[in-house]
């Protein structure tokens, strides 16, 4: 997919090796106007400052992965049409 779009990573990292903290997710969310939560084949689109940690985070209490940031645009979980439609 990244190929596809020809789009270049600028940051990568694992989220099962280094998760997120809920300190680095709120800078995340003060860095970005829009935030596309999927989950499943749904994906919503809100406001970074309606957005809750807990409205990104999957049924185990972490971070849904992946968490795609291009500009002003923060995607979390997968969503292959989401993703192509920000790449």
Same mark, same amino acid.
């Given at each position: 997919?990244?190929?596809?779009?020809?789009?270049?990573?600028?940051?990568?990292?694992?989220?099962?090796?280094?998760?997120?903290?809920?300190?680095?997710?709120?800078?995340?969310?003060?860095?970005?106007?829009?935030?596309? #939560?999927?989950?499943?084949? @749904?994906?919503?689109?809100?406001?970074? *400052?309606?957005?809750? =940690?807990?409205? &990104?985070?999957?049924?185990?209490?972490?971070?849904?992965?992946? #968490?795609?940031?291009?500009? @002003?645009?923060?995607?979390?979980?997968? *969503?292959?049409?989401? =993703?192509?439609? &920000?790449?």
């Amino acid at each position: 997919m990244l190929d596809r779009n020809k789009a270049v990573v600028a940051a990568e990292r694992s989220a099962r090796k280094e998760p997120f903290s809920d300190k680095e997710v709120r800078e995340l969310l003060k860095q970005v106007d829009t935030v596309v #939560i999927a989950k499943g084949k @749904k994906a919503n689109r809100f406001q970074a *400052s309606e957005v809750k =940690l807990a409205d &990104i985070k999957g049924p185990t209490g972490n971070y849904r992965a992946p #968490i795609v940031r291009r500009g @002003k645009t923060l995607v979390v979980g997968f *969503s292959p049409d989401t =993703l192509d439609e &920000i790449l």
